[in-house]
């Protein structure tokens, strides 16, 4: 990476280095190290308030397979389903099936942050189930951790070069040399310091606000503020796909209404739903 003339040319190589002919690349490094965080963001909300550890333990496993399951299977089905349902077993291997025969490896390449949001909600309803724990006290708890996460995700795509914004004369312009030698929005990184300034509210809080708030309040704002800031983004990004350059709202922008809309009513009418599931309470700081 150098700076010329307030441009800065960004051409960073996406692998680090690789084992026995498998990448380790930063993409897969910055999800790693997200869910690190945001996994012990969580354990430390069930050590305040003392949930049983072993629930906890079986709640990791159900996020991960929520989300990464779901953010591979909504890049599949809402950007390209007609190569993937030609091609099913590459929506759940990591690899890329050759014309002429053998298969290369690829890493899940492609990953949708609303679909990896649905397979989360829909994976911690059946934990929630398994464990009789309150479903908006679990949503809660993961609300607070998900924006270090997000930011992680956004940073990940920004070293991989991907999702890149639209041309731009802005002073910060990226140029991304993978792609063109056009100056461009960074629109990865106004996400990834967008939800890194959430994560630091959701920390704040929590750490003082808590008794104040009701059930499902994290929940709510953490739905609105990522996918409101997500539909205006997208006014500054390339669409991902061709199909979405005749459309009034891109892909993202569409996907991102409803849970904006989720995130408003729980929000205001969280309190109504403070049944949904055991009503059991968890302890509020």
């Given at each position: 990476?150098?700076?010329?003339?307030?441009?800065?040319?960004?051409?960073?190589?996406?692998?680090?280095?690789s084992?026995?002919?498998?990448?380790?690349r930063?993409?897969?490094?910055?999800?790693?190290?997200?869910?690190?965080?945001?996994?012990?963001?969580?354990?430390?909300?069930?050590?305040?308030?003392?949930?049983?550890?072993?629930?906890?333990?079986?709640?990791?496993?159900?996020?991960?397979?929520?989300?990464?399951?779901?953010?591979?299977?909504?890049?599949?089905?809402?950007?390209?389903?007609?190569?993937?349902?030609?091609?099913?077993?590459?929506?759940?291997?990591?690899?890329?099936?050759?014309?002429g025969?053998?298969?290369?490896?690829?890493g899940?390449?492609?990953?949708?942050?609303?679909?990896?949001?649905?397979?989360?909600i829909?994976?911690?309803?059946?934990?929630?189930?398994?464990?009789?724990?309150?479903?908006?006290?679990?949503?809660?708890?993961?609300?607070?951790?998900?924006?270090?996460?997000?930011?992680?995700?956004?940073?990940?795509?920004?070293?991989?070069?991907?999702?890149?914004?639209?041309?731009?004369?802005?002073?910060?312009?990226?140029?991304?040399?993978?792609?063109?030698?056009?100056?461009?929005?960074?629109?990865?990184?106004?996400?990834?310091?967008?939800?890194?300034?959430?994560?630091?509210?959701?920390?704040?809080?929590?750490?003082?606000?808590?008794?104040?708030?009701?059930?499902?309040?994290?929940?709510?704002?953490?739905?609105?503020y990522?996918?409101?800031?997500?539909?205006?983004?997208?006014?500054?990004?390339?669409?991902?796909v061709?199909?979405?350059?005749?459309?009034?709202f891109?892909?993202?922008?569409?996907?991102?209404?409803?849970?904006?809309?989720?995130?408003?009513?729980?929000?205001?009418?969280?309190?109504?739903?403070?049944?949904?599931?055991?009503?059991?309470?968890?302890?509020?700081?």
């Amino acid at each position: 990476m150098n700076t010329l003339l307030g441009v800065i040319n960004w051409n960073p190589d996406p692998e680090i280095f690789s084992i026995f002919g498998i990448p380790l690349r930063y993409y897969g490094l910055l999800w790693g190290i997200g869910i690190i965080l945001g996994t012990y963001m969580v354990h430390c909300q069930f050590k305040d308030k003392k949930i049983d550890e072993k629930k906890f333990d079986t709640l990791f496993i159900y996020c991960c397979l929520g989300i990464i399951l779901g953010a591979r299977l909504g890049h599949c089905l809402f950007y390209e389903p007609e190569y993937y349902l030609a091609h099913l077993l590459e929506m759940i291997l990591p690899v890329r099936f050759l014309p002429g025969g053998g298969w290369k490896f690829t890493g899940y390449a492609g990953l949708a942050s609303h679909g990896g949001t649905l397979g989360l909600i829909i994976a911690l309803w059946l934990y929630c189930r398994k464990t009789k724990m309150n479903y908006l006290d679990v949503l809660d708890m993961i609300a607070v951790a998900t924006p270090i996460v997000a930011c992680c995700i956004r940073i990940a795509n920004l070293m991989n070069s991907e999702i890149i914004g639209k041309p731009a004369d802005v002073p910060w312009a990226f140029v991304f040399q993978q792609v063109d030698m056009l100056p461009r929005h960074p629109a990865q990184l106004y996400e990834a310091i967008a939800y890194f300034i959430l994560f630091l509210i959701m920390v704040y809080l929590y750490k003082y606000q808590d008794r104040k708030l009701h059930r499902g309040f994290y929940f709510g704002f953490c739905l609105t503020y990522i996918f409101t800031f997500r539909f205006f983004i997208e006014l500054l990004k390339e669409n991902q796909v061709g199909f979405e350059d005749g459309m009034t709202f891109n892909m993202g922008q569409w996907l991102s209404i409803p849970f904006v809309i989720i995130g408003v009513l729980c929000i205001i009418y969280g309190k109504k739903f403070d049944r949904m599931g055991n009503p059991t309470e968890v302890k509020r700081k």
